[in-house]
């Protein structure tokens, strides 16, 4: 049951990013007719359009109904407000340090010796 979850959750995750190769492949498969009935330039073959302009027509309504998808579930997220309340006030007074004497630090430094095994190459044979 959980690898059909895991199996589910990753199709939802990647299935609205081959949506757009999806487009490019129709694109190229249907590219004749695309080039003879939808282009927007077909009646000027100088240009070399081949149905390119239909496919950036169509690229950018899908990023454009991607980008209000993507919006629209941002807007519907709900606000967690991590605030005090109004009434909620708080005062911190300072508080004099105590006076005391001069103040000395003094520590001592260890010594640290390495084991002399570690530091023997091995022997040689």
């Known amino acids: 049951m959980r690898t059909f979850i895991v199996y589910i959750w990753l199709i939802t995750t990647i299935l609205p990013t081959f949506s757009q190769w999806g487009t490019i ?23 070399h359009c081949n149905g390119k302009c239909y496919l950036a027509k169509k690229l950018k309504e899908q990023q454009k109904k991607q980008d209000q998808q993507t919006s629209s579930r941002v807007e519907s997220i709900p606000v967690l407000h991590l605030f005090t309340p109004a009434f909620a006030h708080f005062e911190f007074a300072p508080v004099p340090a105590p006076q005391a004497g ?24």
Do not use: H, M, W
């Open 25 to 47: 492949a129709y694109y190229n498969v249907n590219k004749e007719y695309i080039t003879r009935v939808l282009c927007q330039n077909r009646d000027k073959p100088q240009l």
């Open 102 to 125: 001069p103040i000395s630090f003094s520590y001592q430094l260890g010594t640290y010796q390495a084991p002399l095994s570690i530091l023997v190459p091995p022997p040689c044979e």
